[in-house]
């Protein structure tokens, strides 16, 4: 029982993750950024030295973790702000959809660079090996990662959460959310707080590198992408641009899939994805603009 | 012209609503150049085609054909309602199962889908009878989904044709006695002359401009335009997007008939996220809210990633031969791609159409 509790919340964990740095950018420019995946797998694979082979050549990776860590937040950082500056800053004026296309383009682009660079094989690579002892809490063994993925995320979340309320940057950003055109007006400026939110966005996508890295114990191209779908969905369920709602939504998607997972009948397990989003259109359709409905996303007539 | 002149008789009457009805048809004729043009765009392509007879090239091309029809049907629902739909592409998966259900060799059927109901088993049509069948199929299957969707708008519906298409994904990729679960379903007869193809594009454009200048599509574009006033004057929302939606579900699931039967094999993961961003990129980069947009942009890009495809294999200058290294190809693309964005917005051709003459008013 306690086992499909922490489940629930490490998968979770890592949803949230992701919706929260979507739902960040979303709120300043109203940008659905399908790039963040790859984004994501740049990280990990910043931890590696370009080969074709099958097995990983580590090169960043044997960096002792106090260094590690931030190494790999900052690669996530600066890649993601050199993304805002080389593309979105043309697309200031586009209609969302032209944006969507464009961050796809874009993520396309990170792809196939990693792909030339390391090919699409699968590597395997040991990430913080010490991380996968198992650690015994009210009679159940959990691997010691699965603790520090839930202690790490909310430990992020309570940082952003002071950072947005206490900070200038927090306050500035929060207004820039809620109504962009009034809050340059009132000399925020615009560049730097969407840059700020791209630093951050990166910064957590290299934290999700982290911990889905040393969980599954692969690089692979293709691993943000299952995240993202996920965390996408959830910032949509949560509520557009709501950063709360983001991550009770990644929550909540987590929790949906372990337990249909530990529920549903043996014959329809294979069936839970396509459970898990009929449950998503189900709540769409009674709460068709989210569970928290961000300020500033209402439709106005 | 007999309704011409029956409605200028009557026109003098106090009857007003019918002095309207010529108009109607002047629409059709100010506009048919556009899928006429279109259509001889793509005969022209199959002619040249036709003619250069190599085997590679014709397959490339029906696969061009095969991209028109996706993104035609996509533009049925996303140019005119503008809402964003990431799920299409599940009615084109539920149309290339139900042509290989209904075209491989009872036999074969027998051994390897021994799910399917006794009667579905038994059939083998022709193909082309098949792709009509598996068209109104996907068409129903849109309708019955449309019902439930059509209700949201925004970001909202098109995280939810997302989920239908993650959900037909996933029941696709497990029901192992119906589908073949994650496995290639083989044996759909290939059909490898290009007429065919070329057919099925131009009868898609054509079903895009008579449901875009129909009663319904007009609405509808006047609610993607302005959706406070059209439900103001009367126009129901969810009912004209539900038209769109099933019209295009169609249009989506003779594409998917016609790429089964183009390679012969299919697979769920073929239609899921790679073909469903492929073909939006294709109808954005072109131009969302025009169907000449939706068959230029396919065309164009298509022909960019054949000739980048073309220097990666190596194009020989001189003594030596230049080639791009792997992976270019698609970097190059995507590039390309945010630099035509980045220049034009909203697409190449924006929302205008393809006509011979200029509009006299704007």
Request: aromatic share 10%; net charge positive; glycine share 10%.
């Amino acid at each position: 029982m306690l086992q499909i509790v922490f489940d629930a919340l490490t998968l979770g964990s890592l949803y949230a993750l992701g919706a929260l740095g979507i739902a960040l950018i979303f709120g300043v420019m109203r940008l659905v950024n399908f790039a963040h995946g790859d984004v994501i797998a740049f990280c990990v694979f910043a931890l590696l030295w370009p080969s074709v082979d099958a097995v990983a050549i580590v090169f960043a990776g044997n960096l002792p973790w106090y260094l590690l860590i931030p190494f790999v937040v900052l690669v996530g950082a600066g890649l993601s702000v050199l993304c805002e500056i080389v593309v979105f800053r043309r697309f200031r004026d586009a209609s969302p959809a032209t944006m969507m296309i464009a961050s796809f383009a874009l993520g396309f682009v990170i792809r196939y660079f990693l792909l030339m660079l390391f090919t699409s094989r699968p590597k395997s690579i040991s990430l913080l090996p010490a991380l996968s002892q198992p650690v015994e809490i009210f009679g159940a063994r959990l691997p010691l990662l699965q603790l520090i993925t839930i202690v790490t995320t909310l430990l992020v979340l309570a940082g952003l959460t002071i950072f947005l309320r206490r900070t200038r940057f927090g306050l500035e950003m929060r207004a820039a959310a809620e109504n962009f055109a009034m809050a340059r007006m009132l000399g925020v400026r615009a560049n730097r707080v969407i840059m700020l939110a791209f630093a951050l966005s990166g910064a957590l996508a290299g934290a999700i590198a982290l911990i889905f890295g040393s969980q599954t114990g692969t690089a692979d191209i293709q691993m943000g992408a299952a995240i993202m779908l996920m965390a996408f969905i959830a910032t949509v369920i949560g509520g557009l641009g709501s950063l709360g709602g983001a991550v009770l939504a990644g929550f909540l998607l987590g929790a949906a899939s372990v337990v249909m997972q530990v529920v549903l009948p043996v014959d329809a397990r294979p069936f839970r994805d396509a459970f898990v989003y009929g449950a998503v259109i189900l709540v769409l359709l009674f709460r068709p603009q989210g569970l928290l409905v961000a300020r500033g996303t209402k439709e106005r007539v | 012209m007999s309704n011409a002149t029956t409605v200028d008789t009557h026109a003098l009457d106090s009857d007003k609503i019918a002095v309207r009805q010529p108009s109607r048809f002047s629409l059709a004729g100010r506009t048919i150049w556009t899928p006429l043009l279109l259509s001889l765009l793509l005969v022209a392509i199959a002619v040249i085609t036709f003619m250069i007879g190599s085997r590679p090239f014709n397959q490339t091309v029906i696969d061009v054909f095969v991209r028109v029809i996706l993104v035609v049907g996509l533009y049925v629902f996303i140019g005119n309602s503008g809402v964003m739909s990431f799920g299409h592409i599940a009615f084109t998966c539920l149309g290339a199962y139900a042509a290989a259900w209904l075209t491989i060799n009872p036999a074969m059927k027998k051994i390897s889908l021994p799910g399917l109901p006794e009667w579905l088993l038994a059939t083998k049509l022709p193909y082309w009878q098949a792709a009509v069948l598996a068209s109104l199929f996907a068409g129903v299957m849109a309708l019955i989904f449309g019902r439930v969707l059509m209700r949201l708008s925004g970001i909202a519906a098109s995280i939810a044709t997302f989920a239908v298409l993650a959900m037909i994904n996933a029941i696709y990729s497990n029901w192992e006695s119906v589908t073949g679960a994650t496995s290639s379903v083989v044996g759909i007869p290939i059909v490898r002359t290009i007429w065919p193809y070329m057919i099925a594009a131009v009868v898609a454009v054509f079903i895009a401009w008579a449901h875009a200048i129909s009663r319904s599509g007009l609405a509808l574009r006047a609610a993607r335009d302005e959706p406070t006033a059209a439900a103001a004057s009367g126009v129901d929302i969810p009912r004209e997007r539900l038209v769109a939606f099933a019209v295009s579900g169609a249009i989506m699931g003779l594409g998917g008939a016609l790429m089964a039967h183009s390679v012969g094999v299919v697979t769920p993961d073929t239609f899921y996220l790679g073909l469903t961003f492929t073909t939006l990129s294709m109808l954005v980069v072109g131009g969302m809210g025009s169907l000449s947009g939706g068959v230029i942009g396919v065309v164009l890009l298509s022909a960019l990633i054949q000739a980048l495809r073309w220097l990666e294999a190596g194009v020989p200058i001189g003594d030596s031969t230049f080639a791009i290294p792997k992976g270019l190809q698609e970097i190059a693309l995507g590039i390309i791609m945010i630099v035509i964005l980045a220049l034009r917005p909203t697409g190449l051709m924006g929302n205008r159409e393809v006509t011979l003459f200029r509009k006299k008013t704007k």
